[in-house]
């Protein structure tokens, strides 16, 4: 089958999406189905998936289409035997091939899923049970490696308060034939119906439940299909957690589409780095890959496996946090003797309300790296300095959306060197967040003010992203999110900056593992460090960093640290998705 015809059937002349109202992610993925079974690619191997459970070398468990598709009709039939249409499913498991089945089998049951994770996951206990307090799942799908966690986690529960589970890998095969299609219920049009809820991770507030509509998904995965250029025959290796945006989204589009998948649980990777740069070098086709940016920095530390071959990556996407220069420059003096490409790094920027991508280089130069008066980012200002800041782009606006930056109180479009909020507009937005009316007309309904650019909707549909950026040389920088923003003596500082600054003033903090925010003082705001100590590294020489720490901070950023503190690793609060949870942080250390 041709993918790239079939993605292009749903761009008009001039590359506008028009989606029908009766597709969903169910529809889309059973058409393509029977599509590569009329061609007889039913046989062909589509997913592997890494155990590493009981060996080191892990153990290879592959499925061909016909098995996923059954697997997926299986889950769905016993769903529609339990549930109503539109009722909210829960995922409760770690990455498996389960996960992807239940996933997609709720979509083809006419349910809405709600990806979570195993109730073990150390340190997020709280956000579960935020996320099913708000959620009010009525079935809960695990696999058997999950499955005495998930009962336990509601054991506590009254009964009336507690939702069905049901262990997935225990179905029987021979349940698919009892599934059917899904009957549309009310008068909206099934593209519109929700496809997900993808609950934020809780890192600067309390987890919100985005609603993304197949219209929203699809849309999305139309656009990063068509700016990212992707090119066939496609293998996608992951082992991005399937609970968060970036990971599920990736996921569904490669076995909507019937593609490459191979992938594993992001403990496997953290204890190997090299077992992910094992898949990315075996096998064909054009690979693709996606990674938050700590990623690239620990697979640069480790020893690169025999015989790796890169030259086959042609797309490694960097998000779900900020990319840094010293990240992206370890990697690629690493792995480009390698066969690595540069070009093959693509630092890009999303967010769930926007399904997952906004933007993604879309030019030959690729990764951009520029430095920044740190002076002139004060004042909201670009100005290139070669002793700047450095910050990597993250490319260009994907297409069919928009993307402005905006004065935060005017709400007036800002030229091209400004610091403002990033706006973006398209039909791959979210309809907003579950039971939050305000924070939904805050965030999705906003009206562009005073306008530069032609051509610009003019309706009350921008989401405002709550992040700052800018915009310079037709290259997209985030500088900072709002909310996080450090103020003082009236001076603007970014914590990523001051971050960037401590994990580079002492070798006894473990490198991504610091928190930068500011509290409340007398007079002005007071800056406070947190900071983990790199797991070989002696507490006696705690000391010794905190003044490397304070001189440097000083130095580069012109404001005295009011507390720094040396921490334990993995002590700093971080997000269900592994980002250094800043509110989090500092209402611990205001507490304690």
């Given at each position: 089958m041709d993918i790239q015809a079939a993605m292009g059937r749903f761009f008009d002349d001039q590359g506008n999406i028009a989606l029908t109202g009766e597709l969903t992610l169910a529809a889309l993925s059973e058409i393509v189905f029977q599509m590569d079974l009329a061609a007889g690619q039913g046989e062909r191997h589509c997913m592997r998936f890494w155990d590493y459970s009981q060996s080191r070398e892990g153990e290879p468990k592959d499925y061909n289409r016909t098995q996923i598709n059954t697997r997926v009709k299986v889950i769905a039939a016993r769903l529609q035997q339990t549930a109503q249409p539109g009722a909210r499913v829960a995922i409760l498991a770690n990455n498996s091939p389960e996960y992807i089945f239940s996933f997609l089998g709720i979509l083809y049951a006419g349910m809405t899923p709600v990806p979570l994770y195993d109730p073990t996951e150390p340190g997020h206990a709280h956000h579960l049970e935020a996320v099913i307090g708000d959620a009010r799942p009525e079935i809960v799908l695990t696999n058997s490696t999950s499955a005495a966690a998930t009962r336990s986690f509601f054991a506590t529960k009254p009964g009336t308060e507690r939702p069905r589970i049901l262990s997935v890998d225990a179905l029987p095969d021979s349940l698919a034939a009892q599934w059917q299609q899904p009957t549309p219920a009310g008068n909206t049009d099934p593209v519109d119906t929700p496809a997900l809820l993808q609950y934020t991770s809780g890192s600067t507030r309390t987890p919100a439940g985005v609603i993304l509509t197949h219209r929203s998904v699809i849309t999305n995965v139309l656009q990063i299909f068509?700016?990212?250029?992707?090119?066939?025959p496609l293998r996608m290796v992951t082992w991005l957690p399937l609970h968060h945006d970036m990971g599920i989204i990736v996921a569904a589009l490669v076995n909507v589409l019937g593609l490459q998948f191979e992938f594993m649980s992001p403990r496997d990777f953290i204890q190997q780095p090299e077992r992910w740069l094992k898949q990315l070098s075996e096998?064909?086709?054009?690979?693709?890959?996606?990674?938050?940016?700590f990623a690239l920095e620990m697979s640069?530390?480790?020893?690169?496996?025999?015989n790796l071959d890169l030259s086959k990556v042609v797309g490694l996407i960097v998000g779900s946090e900020p990319v840094t220069e010293k990240a992206v420059q370890n990697f690629l003096e690493k792995f480009e003797p390698y066969g690595l490409q540069r070009q093959a790094l693509r630092p890009s920027y999303g967010l769930a309300e926007a399904a997952l991508l906004v933007s993604t280089p879309q030019t030959e130069q690729r990764p951009v790296i520029r430095r920044f008066d740190r002076e002139a980012l004060?004042?909201?200002?670009?100005?290139?300095?070669?002793d700047g800041v450095p910050m990597v782009g993250c490319g260009q606006v994907v297409n069919a959306q928009h993307l402005v930056i905006v004065d935060p109180e005017t709400k007036a479009e800002l030229p091209?060197?400004?610091i403002g909020?990033?706006?973006?507009?398209?039909?791959?937005?979210?309809?907003?967040?579950?039971?939050r009316e305000a924070e939904t007309q805050a965030t999705f309904r906003n009206t562009l003010g005073e306008r530069i650019t032609e051509g610009l909707p003019e309706d009350d549909f921008w989401m405002a992203s709550g992040d700052l950026a800018m915009i310079v040389d037709g290259e997209l920088f985030i500088t900072g999110r709002l909310k996080d923003l450090i103020i003082v003596a009236g001076r603007n500082h970014y914590p990523q900056d001051v971050e960037y600054t401590v994990d580079h003033a002492s070798e006894q903090v473990r490198p991504y593992a610091v928190a930068a925010f500011a509290i409340e003082g007398d007079d002005v705001e007071k800056l406070?460090?947190?900071?983990?100590?790199?797991?070989d590294r002696s507490e006696q020489d705690?000391?010794?960093a905190i003044e490397a720490i304070r001189a440097a901070v000083t130095q580069n950023h012109g404001v005295q640290p009011a507390d720094i503190r040396i921490m334990d690793p993995d002590t700093i609060a971080r997000s269900s998705s592994g980002k250094i949870a800043r509110r989090v942080a500092k209402q611990r250390y205001l507490s304690s």
């Open positions: 068509r700016s990212a250029q992707v090119m066939t096998g064909e086709g054009h690979v693709y890959t996606a990674i938050p940016n640069a530390r480790v020893d690169a496996p025999e004060a004042n909201n200002q670009a100005k290139i300095s070669e091209e060197g400004q909020e990033l706006w973006a507009h398209g039909q791959n937005m979210a309809a907003g967040y579950l039971g406070i460090i947190l900071a983990e100590r790199d797991f705690d000391a010794a």
